[in-house]
């Protein structure tokens, strides 16, 4: 069964989709829409001459040139897209974050109440190896019960999107939204459990401070330190910074138990390292008892690797989207209200670092 997708929005995540779906067997991009030419031209680049390019992603719903959609436009046009494409019988992967704001979420939870077909919110994070690998061992018990949280991202700035949109808190939602919805969506995932409180300290010290588009000067934030108290009694933290290129890991991820500590340690993408060259992944185990530490060096598959930013992370999300599609067995490992708790978190961050107060989650529920 080979299942037509139809990608609206064809800029950088856009066109990772796309060069990923070309990998698996049994996809195949029919259709693309944008309202950017040039995004379009570049897109159209990577599709068979057969798929149809449009300008309006409604008229790609009605080609009938699909079986299922990936979302990959801009934050701020996620909520009404949604709530038009959710009138359709397809299924949809949408990428992060599902909207800029907790409201326009439950509004897109609740339009698809008692759909049919699935909805999959697009968590990157989640599958790329070295994650994989941290979430087997924690699921197997090797830590013993997770009690701390800690994960670290040391990155390159905001990459240049079309009319800067990216710049902005209310196209993105803010940057504890935009980019950190991948990490409280870890979070939960790895505690089995929901926050019940956030603090964070954060501000815009270093990027874009020059900067003006239209008159205006970007808002977003490029770093922060974010602590959040769970249900269940385990606490997490994030420690963003983005204006520290070049560094080794661009991400590490530390799950600590009564029994162990696990880190998994994942680079950057190949093109922004020193060399150009993909380094490889990192596990390490830390245990209490026996004072050991094992390592486990995780490569990849160059060719996947190369198809995008995420460490082949895209890849394996849409492999498994593509057989919860083709099997009609299960439902989204990642689905709506995952979504709407991602961006809940990231809004009430947003709003701790701009008000020095902890924000309790039950007050935004």
Same mark, same amino acid.
């Given at each position: 069964?080979?299942?037509r #997708?139809g990608?609206? +929005?064809s !800029?950088?995540?856009?066109?990772?989709?796309?060069?990923?779906?070309?990998?698996l067997e049994g996809?195949?991009?029919?259709?693309?829409a944008?309202q950017n030419?040039?995004?379009r031209?570049? $897109?159209g $680049?990577?599709?068979?001459p057969?798929?149809?390019v449009?300008? @309006?992603?409604k &008229?790609?719903?009605?080609?009938? $040139?699909? @079986? $299922?959609l990936? *979302?990959?436009t801009?934050?701020?046009?996620h909520?009404?897209?949604?709530?038009?494409?959710?009138?359709?019988?397809l299924?949809?992967?949408?990428?992060k974050?599902l909207?800029?704001?907790?409201?326009?979420?439950?509004?897109?939870?609740?339009?698809?109440? !008692?759909?049919?077909?699935?909805?999959w919110?697009?968590?990157e994070y989640?599958?790329?190896?070295? *994650?994989?690998?941290l979430?087997?061992? *924690?699921g197997?018990?090797?830590?013993?019960?997770p009690?701390?949280v800690?994960?670290?991202?040391?990155?390159?700035?905001?990459?240049?999107?079309?009319?800067? =949109?990216?710049?902005f808190?209310?196209?993105?939602?803010?940057?504890?939204?935009?980019?950190?919805?991948h990490? =409280?969506?870890?979070m939960?995932?790895?505690?089995q459990?929901?926050?019940?409180?956030v #603090?964070a300290?954060?501000?815009?010290?270093?990027?874009?401070?020059?900067e003006a588009?239209? !008159?205006?000067?970007?808002?977003i934030?490029d770093?922060?330190?974010v602590t959040l108290?769970?249900?269940?009694?385990a606490?997490?933290m994030?420690?963003?910074?983005?204006f520290?290129e +070049?560094?080794r890991w &661009?991400?590490?991820?530390s799950v600590t +138990?009564d029994?162990a500590?696990?880190d998994?340690?994942?680079?950057?993408?190949a093109?922004?390292?020193?060399? !150009?060259?993909?380094h490889?992944?990192e596990l390490e185990?830390?245990?209490?008892?026996s004072?050991?530490?094992?390592?486990?060096t995780?490569?990849?598959?160059?060719?996947?690797?190369?198809?995008?930013?995420h460490?082949g992370?895209t890849? #394996?999300?849409?492999?498994r989207?593509?057989?919860?599609? &083709?099997t009609?067995? +299960?439902?989204p490992?990642?689905?709506?209200k995952d979504?709407? =708790?991602?961006?809940?978190i990231g809004?009430?961050?947003?709003?701790?670092?701009?008000?020095g &107060?902890?924000?309790?989650?039950?007050?935004?529920?």
């Amino acid at each position: 069964m080979i299942v037509r #997708y139809g990608v609206i +929005g064809s !800029g950088m995540m856009g066109q990772e989709h796309i060069r990923n779906l070309a990998l698996l067997e049994g996809a195949k991009v029919t259709a693309i829409a944008d309202q950017n030419a040039d995004m379009r031209a570049q $897109a159209g $680049a990577l599709l068979e001459p057969q798929a149809q390019v449009f300008a @309006d992603y409604k &008229q790609l719903v009605a080609s009938g $040139a699909c @079986d $299922a959609l990936v *979302v990959a436009t801009p934050n701020d046009l996620h909520h009404a897209m949604m709530l038009d494409l959710l009138e359709s019988p397809l299924p949809i992967l949408c990428e992060k974050p599902l909207c800029t704001t907790v409201s326009e979420c439950r509004d897109v939870v609740a339009k698809a109440e !008692g759909r049919a077909a699935p909805v999959w919110v697009a968590m990157e994070y989640r599958y790329m190896d070295p *994650v994989q690998r941290l979430l087997e061992e *924690v699921g197997a018990g090797r830590i013993g019960q997770p009690r701390m949280v800690a994960i670290r991202e040391h990155r390159f700035p905001f990459l240049d999107k079309v009319a800067a =949109w990216n710049r902005f808190n209310a196209s993105t939602g803010g940057t504890l939204v935009e980019k950190c919805c991948h990490f =409280w969506d870890l979070m939960r995932l790895i505690l089995q459990s929901n926050p019940r409180r956030v #603090y964070a300290s954060a501000r815009q010290d270093v990027n874009h401070k020059g900067e003006a588009y239209d !008159g205006r000067a970007p808002d977003i934030l490029d770093n922060a330190f974010v602590t959040l108290d769970f249900e269940n009694g385990a606490r997490a933290m994030l420690d963003l910074c983005m204006f520290a290129e +070049g560094s080794r890991w &661009q991400e590490v991820v530390s799950v600590t +138990g009564d029994l162990a500590r696990i880190d998994a340690k994942v680079p950057g993408p190949a093109r922004f390292s020193a060399n !150009g060259h993909q380094h490889a992944a990192e596990l390490e185990i830390s245990e209490r008892a026996s004072k050991t530490v094992t390592r486990e060096t995780i490569t990849g598959d160059p060719r996947i690797l190369a198809a995008g930013d995420h460490f082949g992370s895209t890849f #394996y999300q849409h492999e498994r989207f593509l057989r919860l599609i &083709q099997t009609g067995v +299960g439902k989204p490992e990642v689905d709506l209200k995952d979504g709407l =708790w991602s961006v809940l978190i990231g809004q009430a961050a947003e709003q701790s670092a701009r008000s020095g &107060q902890a924000v309790e989650l039950g007050d935004l529920k």
